[in-house]
C-alpha cells in the first residue's frame, strides 16, 4: 500500500524558510506526479507546486514562484519543498500528493491524486 508522510512543517516568523518533507513508501511507478497542495482553515485546498517526472516539469502556483523550490531526492523517495520568505498567508496545512502518471491531473493544479499524506501544518507568525 502506498503511503506518503509528510514532516517539517512549524511555526515560523514572516521572512523565514522551512523545508518539507514528503517520504513515499510502495511508491514504484516509473513514470509519475508528485505534488504538494494546501489548505488554510475555511479556504478550499489548492496546489502550491508540482513535480512531473519524464520531461522533469516542475509547476508553481502564482502566490509562491521564486519563493518555493520543489525537487526529490536521488532515490525519488523523498519529495522535498523549500518554501522561503514565508508570509503570513502561507499559513496552512500542506499535504503531498502523488500518483502514477496515468492518472496524474493534465491540469496540475486538480487535486485528484489518488495518494494523499495527512499533512503538516505551516504557521507563519510573529
Known amino acids: 500500500k502506498v503511503q506518503l508522510v509528510e514532516s517539517g512543517g512549524g511555526l515560523v516568523q514572516p521572512g523565514g524558510s522551512l523545508r518539507l518533507s514528503c517520504t513515499a513508501s510502495q511508491f514504484y511507478y516509473s513514470s509519475y506526479c508528485m505534488a504538494w497542495f494546501r489548505q488554510a482553515p475555511g479556504k478550499e485546498r489548492e496546489a502550491v507546486a508540482a513535480?512531473?517526472?519524464?520531461?522533469?516539469?516542475?509547476y508553481y502556483a502564482d502566490a509562491v514562484k521564486r519563493r518555493f523550490t520543489i525537487s526529490q531526492d536521488n532515490t525519488r523517495n523523498t519529495l522535498f519543498l523549500q518554501m522561503n520568505s514565508l508570509k503570513p498567508e502561507d499559513t496552512a496545512m500542506y499535504y503531498c500528493?502523488?500518483?502514477?502518471?496515468?492518472?496524474?491531473?493534465?491540469?496540475?493544479?486538480?487535486?485528484?491524486?489518488?495518494?494523499w499524506g495527512r499533512g503538516t501544518q505551516v504557521t507563519v507568525q510573529v
Open positions: 513535480f512531473y517526472s519524464g520531461g522533469q516539469s516542475t
Open positions: 500528493a502523488a500518483d502514477s502518471l496515468t492518472y496524474c491531473p493534465g491540469d496540475w493544479i486538480r487535486p485528484v491524486h489518488n495518494y
